[in-house]
């Protein structure tokens, strides 16, 4: 168990970075932490499959869908590909589906909303990049912290 991120944002106000409140919580973990994975794509998460495939190693996907919600980047089926390949958890810049599923999945999944539609399948985008949204600059390395009061970034663990 993770302290509380109120706690760590007020303790390293100096070193992290706080998340905009602007996501939602669609999985069965409230609170989780990890190094950060990065991708940027949009609308078509074939690369995100591809990714979730490999071994995760307790790390948390950060994915920058661009903010559309017209298609869904994350659903039950790379959910169930995150726990069989040990990642911890996914922040998406997008929409996810599937949430009547992904509420029992022990694994944490915050996206902007939801929406029934499937996403592209063209491998279109980019792995372990700097990016940016909710006010937060993601880097691969730099570690995650959330719980349900919110999602806080910093560039090395903290104890």
């Excluded at 491998?123 to 937060?136: L, N, Q």
């Amino acid at each position: 168990m993770i302290r509380s991120i109120c706690d760590m944002a007020d303790d390293h106000r100096d070193l992290v970075q706080v998340a905009d409140p602007i996501f939602r919580d669609y999985a069965g973990l409230k609170s989780f932490h990890g190094p950060i994975a990065t991708l940027r794509c949009y609308e078509d998460n074939l690369l995100l499959r591809q990714v979730l495939s490999t071994p995760g190693e307790g790390r948390v996907m950060v994915v920058d869908g661009g903010g559309s919600i017209r298609r869904a980047l994350i659903g039950d089926k790379l959910a169930a590909l995150m726990l069989h390949h040990d990642w911890v958890g996914i922040v998406v810049n997008g929409a996810a589906r599937d949430i009547e599923n992904l509420r029992d999945m022990p694994v944490a999944i915050r996206a902007l909303n939801v929406c029934p539609r499937k996403p592209e399948q063209t491998a279109a985008g980019e792995v372990d990049i700097a990016v940016t949204f909710a006010g937060v600059t993601f880097k691969p390395g730099a570690w995650l912290y959330a719980d349900e009061n919110g999602i806080i970034v910093s560039p090395t663990p903290i104890s």
